[in-house]
């Protein structure tokens, strides 16, 4: 979900000259608007890519990438199974995956779930419990899963977060459906490898 391209900007400083950048949103907008973005970064020249598709589905090749990278944006995918089973299949042995998402620190009620889902834009749309977010990397084959940061969203980031992009596009929740949930979202920062096979 490379987005307006901050992500494919930083990562081309970190490859250098010989390296490879692509970056996947399902918005062909957002796509004309990373281009954008990396041309006044003056870095036009560099081995950049975009593509418009979802990521689930990346159409990649198999064993690609050293790096698979997300910034909150897996929680807004309604599959995070097949997202994750994705990365793993574009990368190489040995890479990994380094993810910034936003996840449920316990249960919450399902009709309360089902509200938030039903302004899925917001990033709490598709928050789901913490638990079953470490199980589903798992399953997709990642080992050596390592926390880098947590943060416990505080009441105005909770705010902010429930209607991002904006208001305009995503409806704030009611009141006592955001304090319903202050105290259990979790901004997560972590890293996992896709082992060599023995």
């Known amino acids: 979900g490379s987005g307006g391209g901050i992500d494919v900007i930083l990562a081309a400083h970190k490859v250098g000259l010989q390296g490879r950048v692509i970056g996947i949103d399902g918005a062909p907008q957002m796509i004309e608007r990373a281009k954008q973005a990396v041309a006044e970064a003056g870095l036009q020249d560099r081995n950049i890519e975009f593509r418009n598709a979802y990521l689930d589905k990346t159409q990649l090749p198999d064993d690609l ?3 698979v990278t997300s910034n909150c944006v897996i929680n807004l995918c309604p599959d995070k199974e097949a997202v994750y089973e994705e990365a793993f299949r574009i990368l190489r042995s040995s890479g990994r995956i380094a993810i910034s998402d936003i996840v449920f620190t316990e249960n919450v009620a399902p009709e309360l779930r089902e509200r938030f889902q039903s302004t899925w834009p ?10 079953d977010y470490w199980q589903t990397v798992r399953e997709a084959g990642f ?3 390592q ?7 505080t009441p105005q980031e909770l705010e902010a977060m429930a209607s991002c992009p904006g208001e305009e596009f995503t409806p704030p929740p009611s009141k006592e459906d955001r304090v319903a949930v202050e105290g259990k979202v979790t901004s997560i920062k972590f890293t996992a490898m896709k082992l060599p096979l023995k």
Do not use: K
Not at 122 to 131: H, K, T
Not at 147 to 153: D, F, N, P, S
């Open 143 to 145: 080992a050596e899963i």
């Open 147 to 153: 926390i880098v940061a947590r943060h416990l969203l």
């Open 65 to 67: 990438a050293d790096v």
């Open 122 to 131: 917001g990033c709490l749309g598709g928050a789901i419990p913490e638990e």
